[in-house]
Every structure is written in structure tokens, then in C-alpha cells.
């Protein structure tokens, strides 16, 4: 097949080396012609269709409609312009289905990233501007394009992540929801009263304008540890304005309420024997403070 | 001059004003070409205090923030202004309208002072005169709208309600179920409303309407404006909002949860 085509192409050539130069400058005009209205129309249909998706779907949705009608126009153009310099159509599109088997070899990975991009474009998982997180990654979605997805991480890390790893993995989008769950864990010591504690906190909650009434604020004893009872402290705030900084804020102002009602943390308590048989056993207590 | 501890001042060179509205305490400077605004909060919600004065020293704990104009206008315009977003309030105590029956509540809701200077006015600042807390008001954590909340006692009585840089919306309830209906929150869409003031001095917003059917779909509307019993009412300022926003709608027909009593 590939050696009919090669055949074919000389004789292509050497039909049209054969004519007349008038002849060929005709042809060569025509070519141009269709070359520039190609590129013209490209540019138009693209525009006019990148226009009808952006009514419809988002900025990346938008520029890849208008590439894909520009690249298929201008594909369309370059087989008219084949076809008016004599190529044989049927023997170059054979041709042409060989070179891309060998192509889709060649380019798997580049053909399973677009393919994944147009997926993770008809689901949407995220969106420009939109925090996401990713295999350990967290960063602002700069641009969802063809092959990958392009990330500014919070200490400014520019990040590319392929569509395909993107198709298979988890991605948590942070900023989706308007209000976001603030969860914090304190570790109490035995023998303090819950009740003092249900009360400090819930003031606490009251307190702060940026703290959500509703989904109210939640204590709860979440388990009873080893050397400590397990409390979780719920609540929520919007995720819209710096929520960061209230969560950041209410973490301290626990830690200030705590401490200024001297509720006691419940430390890890590790007993340490030892000592042989002759003598009696030494017991140790190893106080640890508890991470943060 | 204004009457009033709101309207258009007159501010000679770097003269100072103070205003103490309820829990805010605000300070405005004027400068050359710029106005230098401060502000703080103290911490009773139920401030009634309403003060103006010249020439009160700025604290230092207190940083000013300067807003600067192209050209020195020596007016500045303080408007009471409704709450950029929809105020929910909650009852005290459980209020429960019977089946076919009626009631107007009172409400009180925290003003925001709007502050404009320059030649033509132009907006600058909006500052709360106290800082409500946030709230969460929708079906679910993820379709809703983010509010300010706050307490009511659902007064019955306007003349009960308490004053100070507040604003009153009448909301009357209709009950138009079999079944009791049981009050637990009212979100007001104050963003949609504006401000009057009647001859009292008292500041009022339009009237709402709710009627309660859960088989029909709820109907809600902001009247065209204050009740009757707040008598003769001139406009202070206008809405955030288009009120003819489908919001409204929502946040107002979703406010009342009917709960057999």
C-alpha cells in the first residue's frame, strides 16, 4: 500500500511538472485561494461555534469547540487543496489510515490524555479558578486545557497534572460548596466536666460573627481514648471569604479558652517497667504532649 | 445640617465628626482630597445610643482608613442603608400561628451606614452598625444562601420593639393550612428593601406578606411599603437589590417551616 502511494506520488508530480506553466500557476492560485478562505472560514466558524458553547459551558469548554472546528476546517481545506493539485484522495486516505494506526501507537498517551480531557470536560468536576486537590497537591486551576491541567499551588508551584492521571484519581474540590466545615479535635483529660466545656465552646461559636449559626455548632464526644476523651468541635463557615483565617482563628481561640479555663488536655501516659526479679519493679511515667 | 443623625454634612477643612450609633462608633475626617473614615464595634448588640458630635479625637487604637477623591467636595452624605444580605430570624420562643388564623410580627434588623463624598456623590463605604453573625439558609449545605442571623422576640406590638439604628419590617403571617403552623425562622430579604422614616423618627422597611399553604405553591410579596400603622413615611434610601429578583420569592415562601403543633 505504501509503496502504490509512493508510485502515486511520483506520478502525481510528474503529472503536474507536466503542464503547461500557465496551468500551474492556475493551480497554485486555487490552492492559495482555498488555503486563505480555509483559514478565513476557520477563524469565523470557530469564533461563532466557541460563542454558542460559552453560552452553554465554561471558558476551556469554549476554546476547545473553536480549536476543534478551526483544525477541522482547515483539515478539510488541505484535502481540497490535495485534491487540486492532483493527489489521488482514496490512495492518500489509506495511506493515511496506516500512518495512524502507527501514529496511535506512537501517541498513546497523548490520545488517552485528549480523550480524557473531553471527558473531564463533559463532567466537570472543576472549573477555572476553582481549588482543587489532587494527589497530594492542592492548588487554584489555572487553565483545564487539551492534554493536562495546569495548577498554581498555595506556595506558588506551577504544577501540570496530564488529563489522564487527572481521569483516574480522586480530585477533591476544595471551593465547590458554599460553606465549609470547620473540624476541630481536642483530646480532654479524664475528670473534666463536659458540660463546662459543651458551654465554653458554644460561646465560643456565638460569639463569632464568621462562625454559621446553622449548620449549628456541634461538641461531641467522638470516642474515650487510652489517656484522653476524644471530643470533636464542629463548625461551620462560608468558604466563600477567607476561610482559612476563621478557621485559623477559631483553632486559637479554643486553645486561648482552654487554657484560660484551665481545662486540662489529656497527655499520652506510657508506663515504663523494669528491673530484674531481685529487685522491686520501677515504674516510670513518660508525659508526652500530645501534637497539635 | 441634618436633622437627623443621617443626611448630607457639612464638613469644613480637616473638621472631625463622631457618630455613636448603637454598638458602632464611626469618626470621619475630612481632608484635602480625601475623607479618613474610622470605626469600632463594641460588644452589646442592643446599644440604643444614638449620638452625634464635632471634633472628637480619634483613638489611637482606632486605624483610619483614607479614601481619596480627585477633587475636595466638602459634603459628606451618611445614609441608613438595609443589610446587603437577607437577615434570618429566629423567635426567642416558639411562635405557632393556628389553622386560619393571622398575625403581623415586628422585626428589628441592624442598619448599615453608607457613606458618600465627592462632586458627583459617590458611594465609598458601607459599615454595619453591628456585626451579625453569619447563617446558612437553604434545604441542604449545598444549595442555600449565605445570611446574617439574628434573634427576634416576634413583637406583636411595634411600640415594643427596641430602638436605636434599627430598622422594622412588619411580616404578616397567613396560616392558610389545616394544621397549625409553627414560626421557626423568617428570612427577611432586606437587600430587596428599603428605608423609611416615619414621623416617630422610627425607621421602617416595606411590609411582607407570607401566606402559608403547603399544597399550593407559598405565596410571598414585599408590599409597596411600610404598614399603616406606621402613619406618614418619607423614602431615606433604596434598595440593594431589584425587588423584582425571583430570589424573594424563595427566601420568603422557604422561611417558614410548618410544623403540627
Given at each position: 500500500m505504501i509503496a502504490a502511494t509512493l508510485i502515486g506520488k511520483t506520478d502525481w508530480l510528474a503529472e503536474l511538472l507536466a503542464k503547461e506553466p500557465d496551468d500551474i500557476a492556475v493551480i497554485a492560485l486555487r490552492a492559495l485561494l482555498i488555503v486563505v478562505v480555509g483559514l478565513v472560514l476557520g477563524r469565523l466558524l470557530g469564533s461563532l461555534a466557541g460563542r454558542v458553547a460559552a453560552r452553554r459551558g465554561s471558558a476551556q469548554g469554549q476554546m476547545l469547540t473553536r480549536r476543534f472546528v478551526f483544525y477541522g476546517v482547515m483539515g478539510v481545506a488541505v484535502l481540497m487543496v490535495l485534491d487540486t493539485l492532483g493527489v489521488e484522495l482514496g490512495v492518500l486516505l489509506g495511506a493515511a489510515g496506516i500512518l495512524t494506526v502507527a501514529l496511535g501507537f506512537a501517541s498513546q498517551t497523548s490520545a488517552s490524555n485528549l480523550i480524557s480531557g473531553l471527558f473531564l470536560l463533559g463532567e466537570r468536576p472543576f472549573s477555572v479558578g476553582d481549588v482543587i486537590q489532587i494527589g497530594g497537591r492542592t492548588g487554584a486551576v489555572l487553565s483545564v486545557d487539551l492534554l493536562s491541567v495546569k495548577l498554581r499551588t498555595f506556595d506558588n508551584l506551577f504544577v501540570r497534572v496530564p488529563n489522564e492521571t487527572l481521569i483516574k484519581s480522586e480530585i477533591v474540590?476544595?471551593?465547590?460548596?458554599p460553606i465549609r466545615r470547620i473540624d476541630i479535635d481536642l483530646r480532654l483529660a479524664y475528670g473534666e466536666d463536659l458540660d463546662k466545656v459543651r458551654t465554653i465552646l458554644r460561646e465560643l461559636a456565638e460569639d463569632?460573627?464568621?462562625?454559621?449559626?446553622?449548620p449549628e455548632p456541634v461538641v461531641w464526644v467522638d470516642r474515650l481514648g487510652d489517656s484522653a476523651i476524644h471530643v470533636r468541635f464542629l463548625v461551620w463557615a462560608s468558604n466563600r471569604q477567607g476561610f482559612y483565617d476563621v478557621r485559623s482563628r477559631v483553632h486559637e481561640l479554643v486553645a486561648r479558652a482552654l487554657q484560660e479555663h484551665r481545662i486540662a488536655v489529656g497527655y499520652q501516659r506510657v508506663e515504663v517497667e523494669g528491673g530484674d526479679a531481685a529487685s522491686s519493679v520501677v515504674a516510670a511515667e513518660v508525659v508526652a504532649r500530645p501534637p497539635v | 445640617m441634618s436633622a437627623y443623625w443621617w443626611g448630607e454634612f457639612d464638613f469644613k477643612p480637616y473638621s472631625r465628626r463622631w457618630w455613636r450609633l448603637g454598638s458602632l462608633t464611626l469618626w470621619v475626617t475630612r481632608m484635602t482630597n480625601e475623607w479618613q473614615v474610622g470605626h469600632r464595634w463594641s460588644s452589646d448588640p442592643f446599644d440604643e445610643t444614638i449620638e452625634l458630635r464635632e471634633g472628637v479625637e480619634l483613638p489611637g487604637d482606632v486605624e483610619p482608613r483614607r479614601y481619596l477623591f480627585s477633587s475636595g467636595g466638602r459634603t459628606l452624605r451618611l445614609l441608613p442603608r438595609v443589610a446587603d444580605r437577607p437577615f434570618v430570624t429566629r423567635p426567642e420562643m416558639p411562635v405557632i400561628i393556628p389553622a386560619n388564623e393571622q398575625a403581623t410580627l415586628y422585626m428589628a434588623s441592624p442598619l448599615w451606614v453608607e457613606l458618600a463624598a465627592g462632586d458627583p456623590l459617590k458611594v465609598f463605604a458601607s459599615i454595619p452598625v453591628w456585626r451579625a453573625s453569619s447563617t446558612w439558609f437553604g434545604?441542604?449545605?449545598?444549595?442555600g444562601t449565605l445570611c446574617y442571623a439574628t434573634r427576634t422576640r416576634?413583637?406583636?406590638?411595634?411600640?415594643g420593639l427596641r430602638r436605636g439604628p434599627r430598622v422594622t419590617t412588619a411580616v404578616f403571617v397567613?396560616?392558610?393550612?389545616?394544621e397549625p403552623l409553627r414560626v421557626e425562622r423568617l428570612a427577611l430579604p432586606l437587600p430587596q428593601m428599603s428605608v423609611f422614616r416615619a414621623a416617630d423618627g422610627r425607621l421602617w422597611t416595606e411590609a411582607a406578606t407570607v401566606a402559608y399553604d403547603p399544597d399550593v405553591k407559598a405565596s410571598a410579596k414585599i408590599d409597596?411599603?411600610?404598614?399603616?400603622?406606621?402613619g406618614a413615611v418619607t423614602r431615606v434610601s433604596g434598595p440593594?437589590?431589584?425587588?423584582?429578583?425571583?430570589?424573594l420569592a424563595r427566601a420568603l415562601s422557604a422561611a417558614i417551616r410548618g410544623v403540627t403543633g
Open positions: 474540590n476544595l471551593t465547590r460548596n463569632d460573627p464568621d462562625v454559621l449559626e446553622e | 434545604e441542604d449545605t449545598i444549595e416576634a413583637r406583636l406590638d411595634p411600640a397567613s396560616n392558610e393550612h389545616r409597596s411599603g411600610p404598614p399603616r400603622e406606621a440593594r437589590e431589584d425587588p423584582r429578583a425571583n430570589l
